[in-house]
């Protein structure tokens, strides 16, 4: 199985400040078909499924404000908040989908500090 | 807009067979563009995917190998519809289970808390 590590668990940014948030996979998920890495991001708020955010490491999904940006290659990827809302208060979590099974990070909790 | 309603039952006691069904509205589940997943949640487990199901001229199917003895993931064409039959539970079963759709999962339901206890 692909293991996805995130860091940190958790996280307090002030208001308007940058969230990093990190994950790394145990082995590659390019995907040869499109060259593009096969890791995906979901925001989660209490009581509420995943919402996806961003899929193929850095596309976002229609609605998704553009404050979330994603990155990386290789087996290190990066999910920012430039400047961080009320709203954005959540646990975030990566994923892998280029092979099964579909693995996930264990979270990362953003908080406002 | 593609949306995916859950239902089935909450508690269940040792041995018995979770069953959960997804309703799919605004997409097929017969479709060759998509797939069909069970995921489920816990504290001890985090987000743990269960299996898929997905038709590309004939259905096929993916399971974790934590469940693979005991899980049935079954496609409902004339309901447009997939379920989930997890047999033998325990109480280390008891989580909150999502369907979704996708490979990335673009779309979930609305989640099923299920308690297994005696």
């Known amino acids: 199985d692909i293991v996805m590590t995130q860091s940190p668990d958790s996280l307090a940014v002030s208001l308007g400040e940058r969230a990093t948030i990190n994950c790394k996979s145990s082995?590659?998920?390019?995907?040869?078909?499109?060259?593009?890495?096969?890791l995906a991001w979901y925001q989660q708020k209490p009581g509420q499924p995943p919402k996806l955010l961003i899929s193929?490491?850095?596309t976002r999904e229609s609605g998704v404000p553009d404050r979330f940006s994603g990155s990386g290659s290789g087996t290190d990827f990066t999910l920012t908040i430039s400047s961080l809302q009320a709203e954005d208060v959540a646990v975030y979590y990566c994923?892998?989908?280029?092979?099964?099974?579909?693995?996930f990070g264990g979270g990362t909790k953003v908080e406002i500090k | 807009q593609v949306q995916l309603q859950q239902s089935g039952p909450g508690l269940l006691k040792p041995s018995q067979t979770l069953s959960l069904t997804c309703a799919i509205s605004?997409?097929?589940?017969?479709?060759?563009?998509?797939?069909w997943n069970w995921v489920r949640q816990s504290p001890s487990r985090g987000l743990e995917w269960l299996g898929r199901?997905?038709?590309?001229?004939?259905?096929?199917?993916d399971y974790a190998a934590s469940v693979k003895s005991r899980i049935i993931i079954n496609p409902d064409t004339s309901k447009n519809q997939f379920s989930l039959q997890l047999s033998s539970v325990t109480p280390d079963d008891t989580a909150v289970y999502y369907c979704?759709?996708?490979?990335?999962?673009?779309?979930w339901g609305q989640g099923t808390p299920v308690t297994v206890s005696s």
């Open positions: 979704a759709k996708g490979w990335e999962l673009t779309v």
């Open positions: 605004g997409d097929s589940v017969s479709t060759n563009s998509a797939a």
């Open positions: 199901t997905y038709y590309r001229s004939n259905w096929n199917y």
């Open positions: 082995q590659t998920v390019l995907y040869s078909s499109n060259n593009k890495n096969s």
């Open positions: 193929w490491t850095s």
């Open positions: 994923q892998q989908y280029y092979r099964t099974p579909l693995t």
